[in-house]
């Protein structure tokens, strides 16, 4: 792999520890073109603009997927990395549903230890923030027919976040607009799924809440995902979530959450949870957390759920009666290298 | 407007009569940026590379809507534009939809104007070739919060297009992937669209068909679109297609061929299309057409028509029957000033 160092750190100027989340973009990032039917070289450089015209075909039909991870700073300064291997997978499974060439493996992985391990004073060590890293494939062709392109970009960049603030949010259930259907791309981190979902969710700012529980695309009667997370539900002592399918993305978060929850001793159902038996449970007083979880939060907690013109609240829980607070909790310790890793997700860098 | 003309037109090695579409693009493109809530002053400039990262919002997110139209030269070198105030109209329908700003009409139209007028030399002769024309607006901001975007570009591009050799295709009712849903995007010309079509298509391709007609995301039993073009059906003498909705997009060429049909006392319905109808109305011998229409080939017939593990083949008319054929002789004539326009449809540049 070939490394070109920036010259002039924009660490001077840039205070990892004090960088809200996306905007400040590190000194490096890796690049490698696809051309001719191959991959070529991986190139770490310094992070700034390409030479792309207007006509890049990535901009005009949305060929382009892109994944979302992070790096952890324990006290020792050592830096880690979380399932990496869960990206690239998935990666490639929304390469394969964009018609795009899968990456390797070496590209990808070696590409991103190289890179974190070049730009590791970018890792931010104050509690609770991270390095967020930010994968990225799109079809580079310039022309303008609908067709797949013969040429990409992969890109890894990255930006120190701050930690969110989770705050406990306002949340609509969805009865109108649609984020996935079957036989369509939900499953994938592909940019126009994003983009679909800005209207919708500003509506719904509009109308005072922060977020947005989508639902099926048939009869919009099932939970499939909150924003731009995955959802989950605790009745009474248990958690549920939507399996996931063709229309909900197989979060590494939400697979993390189940397994430390199970390791808890506390029982998941992966089960379609339909809108109805959520209003039942909130009348019989079982409905005791709805919280959403993926990379950027971790884990962020509802307060309220509007459905058609009704608000549920949901109860106050202590923190040490919360699953979400103990679920995150271990999350984030054994992200972090606070807590033993019984899994072995953890990789030092 | 402020132009700035190139000093090395391209027009010395690119000849627009002999221009496979969308390859080359003329010397000038139309820029126009959009920031603190408000647009720029727009710019005509050489066409080239501008300073974009990989972080290009627009990539990331598909924050991100184009248009398509074409101008047209006859015998005299006059140049004209077919109806571009339905371009402008749609596009601003797409930008609402995906929460980006709208263009005004005098950015979008006197751009056009300007930048054809500037580049008329880039509009073919020959007969069935002309210029197609990309407006397009993204966004612009670089970094990787998942939200609506504060910057975006209109840009619009030019390239001489040869005509597409329209043989006739054969097509596939797709019963399995989906290119639309209710409260989705369908109705808009967003990138997300498109790049989420590519693998279905690249399957249908391998099965041995050219192209797919979607059909409705609940149940696949309604005809939707074929490809990236609006889907008309002649049943003994009327032409059916299904009414525009959310998940169908409101074709200019849909549109116009409607008008010219209607001109010629030739029944058009705008009914939803069911697959039973069709295999009963070939099983009875009264399908004889099925076409796709859009600006980029303004009408294409299919041949035959794959259903489960079915073909139809549809009967061969001769020229001289043909509605397809006939529509887009006049549709064609209007275009290039051989016809009279009793509908105001032709501008001059
Ligand atoms: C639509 C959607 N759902 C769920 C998630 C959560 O996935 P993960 O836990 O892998 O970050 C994400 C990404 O963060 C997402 O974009
Ligand atoms: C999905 C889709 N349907 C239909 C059409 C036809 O629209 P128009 O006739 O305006 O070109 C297009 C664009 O060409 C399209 O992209």
Redesign the interface.
């Known amino acids: 792999m070939e490394i070109k160092k920036t010259q002039h750190s924009k660490l001077d100027t840039i205070d990892p520890n004090n960088s809200p989340?996306?905007?400040n973009?590190s000194d490096h990032?890796l690049?490698c073109e696809y051309e001719n039917g191959q991959w070529g070289k991986p190139v770490i450089m310094p992070?700034?603009?390409?030479?792309?015209?207007?006509?890049?075909m990535?901009?005009?039909?949305?060929?382009?997927i892109?994944e979302?991870m992070k790096a952890y700073k324990d006290k020792n300064n050592d830096v880690f990395l979380f399932r990496p291997e869960k990206n690239f997978e998935r990666f490639n499974k929304s390469a394969?549903?964009?018609?795009m060439p899968p990456i390797t493996k070496e590209i990808f992985l070696e590409g991103l230890y190289a890179l974190i391990d070049l730009d590791r004073d970018w890792v931010p060590t104050k509690e609770g923030s991270s390095l967020?890293i930010?994968p990225?494939m799109?079809?580079s062709e310039?022309?303008?027919?609908?067709?797949?392109s013969n040429k990409y970009?992969f890109?890894i960049?990255t930006?120190p976040a701050n930690s969110y603030y989770d705050k406990p949010l306002k949340i609509k259930i969805e009865n109108?607009?649609?984020r996935a259907?079957?036989?369509?791309?939900g499953f994938t981190k592909?940019?126009?799924?994003?983009?679909?979902s800005?209207?919708?969710t500003?509506l719904a700012n509009q109308q005072g809440f922060d977020q947005i529980i989508w639902t099926d695309?048939?009869e919009h009667k099932y939970f499939e995902e909150s924003g731009?997370m995955n959802v989950m539900v605790r009745i009474g002592d248990i958690i549920y979530t939507p399996p996931v399918s063709n229309t909900i993305l197989n979060g590494v978060t939400r697979d993390s959450l189940i397994n430390v929850a199970r390791h808890n001793k506390i029982e998941v159902r992966e089960e379609r949870i339909s809108v109805d038996s959520i209003v039942n449970a909130y009348q019989q007083g079982t409905l005791k957390e709805i919280f959403g979880c993926g990379t950027a939060v971790v884990v962020n907690r509802y307060s309220h759920v509007g459905y058609n013109d009704n608000i549920m609240e949901l109860p106050t829980l202590k923190d040490e009666e919360s699953y979400a607070v103990l679920l995150k909790k271990q999350l984030v310790g054994i992200q972090t290298n606070e807590l033993d890793d019984p899994f072995g997700w953890r990789i030092k860098i």
């Open positions: 989340f996306g905007v973009i990032m690049i992070y700034g603009g390409m030479n792309y015209s207007p006509a890049l990535a901009i005009h039909y949305g060929q382009a892109f979302g394969e549903r964009l018609a967020y930010r990225t799109f079809a310039e022309m303008f027919s609908a067709r797949i970009t890109a960049m930006s109108h607009y649609t259907v079957s036989g369509g791309v592909c940019a126009g799924n994003y983009g679909a800005f209207y919708p500003l695309s048939q731009t």
